[in-house]
């Protein structure tokens, strides 16, 4: 059965630094990767789609990597403000696909000013 | 805007009540999802649907109930049956292919 670790759980950091947020899964058979952004309260925004055969994605200062025979994605957050404290979720597809997401816990994001 | 739209946001269940919460999105997606998250959780599947009038159980189906007669909608309902709803729960549906999902608001859901 496939599980989602993120590692940290929690992370503080000052504005202006680069971060990275980690996450593993077990079975190396995904359709894709997701990261997702969690406000407290609030549903989830899609921050990045990566599909099983590609490497990376970028949005902005955000980009994603995949090594799927590790079984490991990063997110990389470049210069980090305040306004990216938030939950960070990552979740993968499985490889079926009838579109099932299966979650890590999250890594909660603190920026300070 | 195309989007889901959850209600309501809040929710109060008394003790042997059914409650059913509403989901309802405007992006044509063939397919739709309830997921619960519990504090420091990640989210769980409840049910999914990739048709309508068809629907399957997720990870975590006991003490629920859905259906889904219509593509745009697709109810939940918390039964009695269900000794734990406290929860937020969240709505998603999906165009297939490497789309990302697309998520709703959420309800919370309490006990009274």
């Known amino acids: 059965k496939q599980e989602v670790t993120q590692i940290p759980a929690a992370l503080s950091v000052p504005e202006g630094e680069n971060l990275v947020l980690n996450c593993s899964f077990t079975?190396?058979?995904?359709?894709?990767l997701q990261w997702f952004r969690q406000d407290p309260g609030k549903g989830l925004t899609s921050l990045l789609l990566i599909q099983s055969s590609q490497r990376e994605q970028t949005s902005g200062r955000l980009n994603a990597s995949l090594d799927k025979s590790s079984g490991r994605s990063t997110l990389y957050i470049a210069a980090s403000q305040p306004g990216d404290s938030a939950t960070y979720l990552c979740?993968?597809?499985?490889?079926?696909?009838?579109?099932?997401?299966?979650f890590g816990k999250g890594t909660k994001l603190s920026v300070k000013p | 805007d195309g989007g889901i739209t959850q209600s309501p946001k809040y929710l109060f269940r008394k003790e042997g009540q059914n409650v059913t919460l509403s989901c309802e999105q405007n992006?044509?997606?063939?397919?739709m999802y309830w997921y619960r998250q519990d504090p420091g959780q990640g989210l769980r599947l409840i049910y999914y649907?990739?048709?309508?009038?068809?629907?399957q159980k997720g990870d975590i189906a006991e003490g629920y109930s859905v259906s889904r007669e219509k593509k745009e909608s697709f109810p939940l309902t918390v039964t009695s049956a269900q000794k734990n709803p406290t929860a937020f729960y969240l709505c998603a549906s999906w165009s297939l292919g490497n789309q990302p999902q697309h998520f709703g608001d959420g309800t919370r859901l309490s006990i009274l």
């Open positions: 979740a993968v597809m499985d490889g079926g696909s009838q579109g099932n997401l299966i």
């Open positions: 992006l044509n997606h063939d397919a």
């Open positions: 649907s990739q048709i309508v009038n068809d629907f």
């Open positions: 079975d190396s058979a995904i359709y894709n």
